[in-house]
């Protein structure tokens, strides 16, 4: 079974996991973000973008997976930092429109993805904000406070189980684990870099979530204990 990871930079980490350093057909791939542009300014794709345009935002990967492969799409971190709030409070959208939106268009552009290449599609959780007063790269820089972000990325892992399991697709959702997340719901600075993604501490957890592709069934992980009732993507 051969799996391709396309993602953000939030990718990066599995490249050092022994998963992929022992299993020639894991896959890895960032999205370079040089043909994105959004409000004038180069970034990287966002699940926003991906969910309206990844046919052919990822054409250049999809490209070259080979049909029966498993395809896990890495996207989301950015969007509860900086964007969902911004859509929310200079759009003027309510917060429910905007998770449900982006969460429903993305689950149905991953499902047309695997569709055209006639793969497994799976959805990893979006990390959890980190919990920190001062941004050393602008960039990173959130928008709203750390509850509001905690609430986004929470209702949106929420939002995508339950679509995953409506649309037979794959979730894996392991960041429940003890001390990954801390009580007021961010990511615990053991396991995270300076800004936004997780360091090296956490490449037990990145070695568990690839070891289950190869030693477990991929079900027990579109089971959560409490999910929104939704329908299945048109």
């Known amino acids: 079974m051969s799996i391709y990871i396309l993602g953000d930079s939030h990718v990066n980490i599995y490249r050092q996991s022994n998963i992929y350093t022992f299993y020639s057909h894991v896959h890895i791939h ?35 997976i080979p049909p ?24 003027g959208r309510s917060e429910d429109e905007v998770l449900e939106t982006l969460a429903r268009n993305y689950v149905h552009m991953v499902k047309h993805i695997c569709s055209l290449t ?7 959780y979006v990390l959890p904000p980190i919990d920190k007063a001062v941004w050393n790269n602008p960039l990173y ?27 037979e697709l794959y979730f894996i959702d392991n960041i429940h684990r003890a001390h990954v ?9 053991y396991y995270a870099d300076d800004e936004t993604h997780y360091n090296t501490n956490a490449l037990h957890i990145i ?10 069934p991929l ?5 959560r204990e409490e999910r929104p009732a939704m329908q299945p993507v048109p």
């Open 30 to 64: 960032h999205t370079d973000s040089e043909n994105v542009v959004r409000h004038g300014k180069f970034i990287p794709y966002l699940m926003n973008s991906i969910a309206h345009r990844g046919t052919e935002l990822l054409q250049p990967y999809i490209s070259i």
């Open 207 to 216: 070695n568990d979530e690839l070891t289950h592709f190869y030693t477990r």
């Open 118 to 124: 006639n793969c497994t599609g799976i959805i990893r």
């Open 219 to 223: 079900n027990p992980f579109t089971r």
């Open 68 to 91: 029966q492969s498993h395809i896990m799409f890495v996207f989301g971190e950015p969007d509860c930092r900086i964007h969902i709030h911004k859509q929310i409070h200079q759009c």
């Open 181 to 189: 997340i801390i009580e007021n719901g961010s990511l615990n600075h």
């Open 141 to 167: 820089t959130p928008h709203g406070t750390i509850m509001e972000r905690v609430n986004y990325t929470q209702k949106l892992n929420m939002l995508l189980s339950s679509l995953c399991a409506h649309n």
